[in-house]
């Protein structure tokens, strides 16, 4: 076989099994993965407790967040809203995943997201996603 062919059957098998290519069912042909959105992520668990630091009393909220993408998630922003009992909020506070920075395909990355509460009154919060361009 002559060379020149070899090689280029090697580059295209690379490129067919690199993961950054996909097969479109309406023209069978072959392309670049979509990317991650906000709706391809989703939270894993969470939870919530407190914790003295430094002589401060923070509630902290950890847990995974996940994507369900064939692509990795980037720039992904979770945003923890911090309630008191009666549904007052008490403040907000955004953090990027920690652990990996980017949630790889199909994958999860832990994340923790605190807010200083020096008299307790957090006792409820709510999460959201969002992938920042």
Excluded: H
Aim: net charge neutral; with cysteine; charged share 20%.
């Amino acid at each position: 076989m002559d060379k020149k062919i070899l090689i280029i059957l090697l580059i295209l098998f690379t490129v067919t099994i690199s993961g950054c290519t996909f097969k479109s069912e309406a023209d069978q042909t072959f392309g670049q993965k979509p990317p991650a959105t906000t709706s391809d992520l989703y939270v894993v668990n969470a939870t919530g407790d407190y914790y003295d630091r430094d002589n401060t009393t923070f509630y902290f909220v950890w847990g995974y967040v996940g994507n369900k993408a064939d692509n990795e998630a980037k720039n992904v922003s979770i945003t923890a809203k911090f309630y008191s009992e009666n549904g007052t909020l008490i403040g907000t506070n955004s953090t990027a995943p920690y652990r990996p920075k980017n949630i790889p395909p199909e994958g999860q990355a832990y994340y923790f997201v605190g807010f200083k509460d020096p008299n307790k009154i957090i006792t409820k919060y709510e999460l959201s996603l969002e992938i920042k361009k």
